[in-house]
């Protein structure tokens, strides 16, 4: 049956958008910004996981770590130095700073790596296992266990630890925060410190699914996630995970069934249509305004 | 509800003063631009530009009455520029025979564009403007996105037995001595160039005369109230959705006649071409050159165009830099001490409140 | 209502009959009927959390009511939108001021002239001579809109530069440009000093004379609404408490121990 198994696929794909969503999704939720650099965090772990392998022949599991080592302190560091000096600006001149940290991530992979595309050794295993018709590739299994143990650890992260909860209390309101004697500062990095590294897994995932890594392969699984935050309600995390592994589903069904070219056409159509039934998506606040 | 007064501040009371200017601007650049091809002492790289540099103001301009007088961002104003585009193109194709003069042809062309652009800024717009902030901007992303995946699989050709059209290419025929107009992802191929800077420059002049036309209008107020405090301008019986639909329509319609010149300047034209980051890139035009401020949106449209052309001895690092620009702009104007010190400076005098 | 069969006695402009609200099962306005009749000033008084400023987002369409009717000129305005609201003659002022804070203060009460003196966009873009001449008319009655609120000195300055008692005034300001019959004005008076709410009373009462309508205030300055309603309804819980003249309510047993506790 080929439903089930453009079914899986279309879970492992989502998996992925799931894992760079709730990046967006948590960096939303607490600094209140669209970061526009989140998708070329992930071209960055990419390339490190793949001199780590190619290069330093170093094992898988060391290359992931070295790519999340990097991300994380690169995340750090362009919250830092380019989003905290405007955390009182206007939400445009943040905006526009994200999209200039993007230019400068792309175009520096350039000048450093070229613009060619590199392509990414095949570190996991290519089998595949057949669950009654449909045949699915480890790949495929493995990035949707990786999804669900990050989902699970990072909800029991946010429920379960100190640093959690304070930062459901930033999401909710920064300044009462600060009073309570939170330091909003210190959880906004760690918020982008999270966020980068989970870029990192899902950037690793992702140049072993599609082999190859170009300085701009950030740009449209960067845009999928967004859309796939917003299409779950952009600042909930269990919303970025329904909408990531939602997104992915209708993509893969939608190449299969109707046409790839208009694919992308068709992910953004039902994102309209969501949104019109639940305009702050699927497990979005309702805002409400006080007269 | 958050006010979002303080992007708004540079849209001061001096308006009339900035009103004049930017038509002064326009002429003035024309002029001297005139001046210098006449001389020869232009370089082909950038008379190559003088073009795309009217058709991206006409568009700015536009993407400015939308984010910076409405106050809704919007992520896919390539999106109306492509639609303008590949109309005009396929309007100039199909008049090509009837019509033999550029300019009569380029004017039917742009404002068939502009009027495509506006249908389709108006459809969009229904769903859009029912939501708001990140999620209006969101769905403005998607609709650029969709508009542009439909380019890319649209086939558009006319032959003796009138005008084809089709989604599929296998299903795309034409009779013999037919001309292909749109081309799937190959976008339009062989088009007339019939664009030139003169009508790019009254293109700019008349986006200018519409916007500020409507700004210091009945619609303009109401559109500038229903941006500071929404509640407020429903309470004075000013309708919201349809407020913002006139901005956002204007607006696509302008993208729609710039992309029209815009298409009609190259031989061909992919439907890559205006694909996000092009929609993005007007917004930087827009942001940098101040919401709601008209004059600073052509001078950072033109600055912005111009300065990786003038980095270009840097080749490879030119991008880059480009980025690095961007993001101290933002740094220093949003950083309020220094714009202190820089507004006291001109003031002359000893530092007062801002 | 009983008052409709007395033919001595004039229609209420306004007419509320057993309004109510609830918010999630929780009550927060209840049974309320009250009547505003052609250029009265009403008061409605009562504790913080009474339920003032919702009923007032009633009159107006921001919230629909669970029960009852509004009754606005006789109509009954089930179905209207806040928009429609303005239309049909009901102006009002925010607590928390909403006042267009990018706009100039000329331009702020110009907004107020939408639908009073209308034309198209079209107009406005080719600067046909419809525009001229309602731009001109608009101007002249903005300018004597500010005049009458002592605001004309401020035309040019940005609204949210204006000093707090004068942005509350030009609220009202721009609330008249509507060409209302009833105005309703949610705490004019605060944030104001003595000498200020003094001058207040008088623009009040000038307005309800100079423009012949009806104004229903909300005001915890008890000097102002003794000093210029000539009927009080107290609000207490979301439930009407009492209704009268201000020398009953200030005489009101019930009122008083709303209004100290027990």
């Known amino acids: 049956m080929q439903f089930l198994s453009y079914l899986i696929n279309g879970l492992g794909l989502g998996s992925v958008y799931a894992i760079i969503a709730l990046g967006y999704t948590m960096v939303y939720g607490i600094a209140k910004m669209l970061n526009f650099a989140h998708g070329d965090i992930i071209m960055i772990g990419a390339y490190i996981a793949f001199f780590a392998l190619t290069k330093f022949a170093l094992p898988f599991p060391l290359a992931v770590l070295a790519a999340i080592a990097v991300c994380t302190m690169l995340g750090v560091l362009i919250e830092r130095l380019a989003y905290k000096p405007l955390r009182q600006a206007p939400s445009l001149a943040v905006l526009i700073t994200a999209i200039g940290v993007s230019y400068f991530l792309q175009n520096g992979a350039q000048i450093l790596w070229s613009s060619s595309s590199k392509v990414f050794p095949s570190v996991i295993s290519t089998g595949s296992i057949s669950l009654g018709s449909a045949s699915v590739s480890y790949l495929t299994l493995l990035t949707i266990a990786t999804c669900i143990v990050v989902m699970i650890c990072l909800t029991l992260f946010i429920n379960r630890t100190k640093t959690g909860s304070a930062m459901r209390a930033c999401s909710e309101d920064k300044g009462a925060s600060m009073l309570m004697g939170i330091n909003v500062n210190m959880i906004i990095s760690i918020t982008f410190a999270i966020g980068s590294g989970l870029a990192a897994i899902a950037s690793v995932l992702l140049a072993s699914t599609y082999p190859s890594v170009y300085p701009t392969m950030g740009s449209m699984p960067g845009i999928k996630a967004f859309t796939a935050a917003v299409f779950g309600g952009i600042g909930s995390i269990p919303g970025a995970f329904i909408g990531g592994l939602l997104l992915g589903i209708i993509e893969i069904f939608a190449k299969a069934y109707i046409s790839t070219q208009l694919s992308d056409a068709i992910v953004f159509g039902v994102l309209i249509v969501i949104l019109l039934i639940k305009p702050t998506g699927l497990l979005g606040k309702k805002i409400n305004v006080k007269v | 509800m958050k006010e979002k007064s303080s992007v708004f501040s540079r849209f001061g009371d001096k308006k009339n003063r900035g009103r004049l200017m930017s038509f002064a601007l326009v002429i003035i650049a024309y002029i001297a631009v005139e001046v210098l091809l006449k001389t020869g002492s232009l370089g082909s790289m950038f008379s190559s530009l003088l073009v795309p540099i009217t058709c991206y103001v006409v568009a700015a301009i536009g993407l400015n009455l939308n984010v910076g007088i409405s106050g809704e961002l919007n992520l896919g104003q390539a999106g109306f520029m492509s639609v303008g585009a590949f109309c005009g193109i396929c309007v100039s194709g199909i008049l090509a025979g009837s019509i033999t003069a550029g300019i009569p042809r380029l004017i039917i062309a742009i404002i068939c564009g502009a009027v495509l652009a506006a249908v389709f800024g108006f459809l969009i717009g229904i769903p859009v403007l029912k939501l708001q902030g990140d999620y209006l901007a969101i769905v403005t992303l998607a609709f650029g996105q969709i508009i542009k995946s439909i380019f890319m699989n649209a086939y558009i050709g006319i032959d003796t037995e009138g005008l084809h059209f089709s989604f599929v290419e296998s299903n795309f025929k034409l009779q013999p001595g037919g001309k292909m107009l749109l081309n799937g992802p190959m976008g339009a191929t062989g088009t007339q160039k019939i664009a030139n800077f003169t009508i790019g420059t009254v293109l700019v002049i008349v986006a200018l005369l519409v916007v500020y036309n409507l700004m210091f209008s009945r619609s303009g107020r109401a559109i500038m109230a229903a941006r500071d405090n929404r509640i407020a301008a429903e309470s004075v019986g000013i309708p919201i959705s349809r407020t913002k639909m006139l901005a956002f329509v204007t607006s696509a319609a302008l993208a729609g006649a710039a992309g029209a010149l815009y298409g009609l300047n190259y031989s061909t034209l992919v439907p890559n071409k205006f694909d996000f980051n092009t929609s993005i890139l007007i917004l930087v035009y827009v942001v940098l050159g101040g919401l709601g401020n008209m004059t600073g949106t052509i001078i950072s449209t033109v600055v912005l165009i111009l300065l990786p052309e003038l980095l270009r001895s840097l080749q490879d690092y030119r991008m880059l830099i480009y980025a690095v620009v961007l993001i101290l702009i933002m740094l220093v104007t949003n950083n309020e001490w220094l714009m202190t010190k820089w507004k006291s400076l001109f003031s002359g005098k000893a530092k007062g409140g801002a | ?262």
């Open chain 3, 1 to 262: 209502m009983a008052d409709n069969t007395d033919k001595n006695v004039k229609a209420p402009v306004l007419d509320v009959q057993d309004l109510g609200i609830d918010f999630g099962g929780l009550t927060a306005v209840n049974d309320l009927n009250m009547q505003v009749y052609d250029g009265e000033i009403v008061g409605l008084i009562g504790p913080n959390g009474a339920g003032k400023t919702t009923v007032f987002n009633l009159l107006t369409k921001v919230y629909k009511p669970t029960r009852g009717k509004i009754y606005f000129d006789g109509k009954d305005t089930a179905g209207k939108s806040v928009v429609d609201i303005n239309k049909a003659g009901i102006a009002r002022t925010f607590q928390n001021i909403r006042l267009f804070g990018n706009l100039t203060v000329l331009d702020n009460v110009k907004t107020g002239f939408h639908n009073v003196i209308p034309y198209s966009p079209i107009t406005a873009i080719l600067r046909l001579p419809k525009y001229f001449n309602s731009e001109k008319e608009i101007n002249e009655k903005a300018m004597d809109l500010l005049k009458i609120m002592e605001l004309d000195k401020y035309a040019d300055y940005k609204a949210s530069n204006l000093p707090y008692g004068a942005q509350r005034r030009l609220e009202i300001a721009r609330a008249l440009a509507t060409n209302p019959k009833l105005l309703l004005l949610d705490e004019p008076a605060a944030g104001m000093n003595p000498q200020e709410t003094a001058e207040l009373m008088d623009m009040i009462r000038f307005v309800r004379d100079h423009f012949k309508i009806a104004v229903l205030l909300i005001e915890h300055d008890m000097k102002l609404v003794m000093g210029i309603c000539e009927r009080i309804t107290v609000l207490n819980y979301g439930m009407m408490l009492a209704q009268g003249t201000p020398e009953e309510i200030q005489s009101n047993p019930e009122v008083i121990k709303a209004y100290l506790g027990d």
